[in-house]
């Protein structure tokens, strides 16, 4: 079977620290377009925080943001799901009983708690930020919500709690203290079926790149998984391959031995 489509992380796979992008990886970006196969991008990051990254989102037929909630083609809004106006409300009053920062991105704009913008963390972000009440995020329709909390136990005990909040769905974000919060149902998984059947590339001839826990439900879904490092037991679990880290071009080494193959999975 030959590779139809190439789905990749960026924070972690394709982008190493400081927004570093490799050579190796550019050029093996390079090496997809040249063979025609296409490449779907699937991030945590709002549409505004892929800014600055157009050496990589360029060669990308989809971009798949906030974990699925967002889908994206060409300066293009493919879909945009939202969260239900109860969720956000029960989302807000529980991180407020466990004094937790919360914060909701509309679409445009991340609107910040002030204990969010005390405990989140203050670079990379390119999307607007304004801080305001808990009571006026309670009114602001969300695509997706962050939660933070400088105790991990505290925040694993919340994440509970939100466990049970009909109409959410979470993902930690591994090695930072943050839950990410979108639509029951949503996560990189669904985003990435939904931009497979909009370049109609069978998701069985798809393979897919990542490192951290909310990338394993995209493993899920294409027909090989790479994991890129091996930082997190549960994603190398999930991967049918471990990869080198970012640092040494695991994603690259990856795509050059697939070209080498004439991109078969084999």
């Not at 970006?29 to 991008?41: H, N």
């Not at 971009?63 to 889908?71: A, E, Y």
């Not at 962050?146 to 136990?153: C, L």
């Not at 979470?170 to 996560?187: E, F, K, M, Q, W």
Request: proline share 4%; with cysteine.
């Amino acid at each position: 079977m030959r590779v139809e489509a190439v789905v990749a992380d960026l924070d972690g796979t394709l982008v190493g620290e400081d927004s570093n992008v490799s050579q190796a990886t550019l050029d093996s970006l390079r090496m997809l377009r040249a063979a025609g196969i296409p490449l779907v991008i699937a991030t945590g990051r709002v549409p505004q925080d892929l800014r600055g990254l157009d050496c990589v989102t360029r060669d990308a037929q989809v971009t798949v943001c906030c974990s699925g909630s967002i889908g994206r083609a060409a300066q293009r809004t493919l879909w945009q799901d939202q969260l239900m106006p109860e969720a956000v409300a029960q989302v807000v009053a529980t991180a407020a009983a466990y004094g937790a920062g919360v914060a909701g991105f509309d679409g445009s704009t991340w609107r910040l708690t002030e204990r969010y913008v005390r405990l989140g963390p203050a670079g990379g972000h390119r999307a607007p930020r304004v801080a305001v009440s808990a009571g006026a995020l309670t009114d602001t329709s969300c695509v997706t919500m962050s939660v933070v909390h400088e105790e991990r136990d505290v925040l694993a005990a919340l994440a509970r709690d939100l466990d049970s909040v009909v109409g959410i769905g979470l993902s930690r974000v591994a090695g930072l203290d943050i839950l990410d919060i979108t639509a029951r149902s949503v996560d990189k998984g669904t985003g990435v079926l939904r931009a497979l059947q909009v370049i109609g590339a069978d998701p069985a001839a798809a393979v897919s790149f990542g490192d951290m826990p909310n990338d394993i439900p995209m493993f899920a879904v294409t027909g090989r998984a790479y994991a890129v490092g091996c930082g997190h037991p549960e994603v190398a679990a999930a991967a049918d391959e471990v990869l080198a880290p970012v640092e040494h071009d695991g994603f690259a080494s990856k795509i050059n031995a697939f070209a080498a193959s004439h991109w078969r999975i084999v």
